[in-house]
């Protein structure tokens, strides 16, 4: 398969076929539109701006079947549906110092890498809220929540920080910038409020 034959409809096939879990897949598609929103940010083309968002969409594709080799399958699942290695190894590197030492190199990768746990986290913190809603989301918010280690305690802030010196973005404006990008699927992810 070719980069023109891969579609987002495609894409979300598969990934409809590797993973059953309602909130596995409402978290593909927060990381797909994230990843969409930066390289929109980057003033990528759509061409990019839509492999961006295929990575995101993927990005967990053997977390659920194969939980024990996450960011290690998708090497075998990938290759066997003709993508290439760039999507390949983007994937893989979301699982830097993690599961794996394949570390982020390209723009693409840290974002995936600093905004996979972020989306996490984000969606914590407005399932609490009284409005479920990320429409009326802040950073302030987030950030109040950031410094509660109870809180989400799955979340390793730690890769978030790490990606966000990889980008050499401030934590604050990442999480700004996530916070829009999943706006535009809060209806999909359930967190367009009660």
Not at 37 to 53: I, P, Y
Not at 153 to 166: C, L, N, T, W, Y
């Amino acid at each position: 398969m070719s980069n023109g034959e891969i579609t987002r409809e495609s894409a979300f096939t598969l990934l409809k076929e590797y993973t059953k879990s309602e909130s596995l897949i409402k978290h593909a598609l927060a990381v797909e539109a994230v990843m969409k929103h930066f390289a929109r940010l980057f003033n990528l083309d759509e061409n990019e701006v839509t492999k961006w968002g295929i990575i995101g969409l993927l990005h967990d594709i053997d977390y659920e079947m194969y939980p024990q080799q996450h960011c290690k399958k998708v090497r075998e699942i990938l290759t066997r549906h003709g993508y290439p290695e760039e999507y390949i190894r983007a994937i893989e590197s979301h699982g830097y110092n993690i599961v794996n030492d394949v570390k982020p190199l390209h723009k693409m990768e840290k974002v995936l890498y600093t905004v996979d746990e972020l989306t996490g986290f984000i969606t914590a913190v407005a399932i609490l809220r009284p409005s479920k809603s990320l429409s009326d989301l802040s950073v302030k918010s987030v950030k109040k929540k950031w410094k509660q280690k109870s809180f989400a305690s799955g979340v390793d802030r730690s890769v978030i920080e790490e990606g966000a010196k990889m980008l050499e973005m401030e934590l604050d404006y990442i999480i700004e910038q996530t916070i829009i990008g999943m706006r535009e699927v809060a209806e999909e992810i359930g967190l367009n409020g009660n």
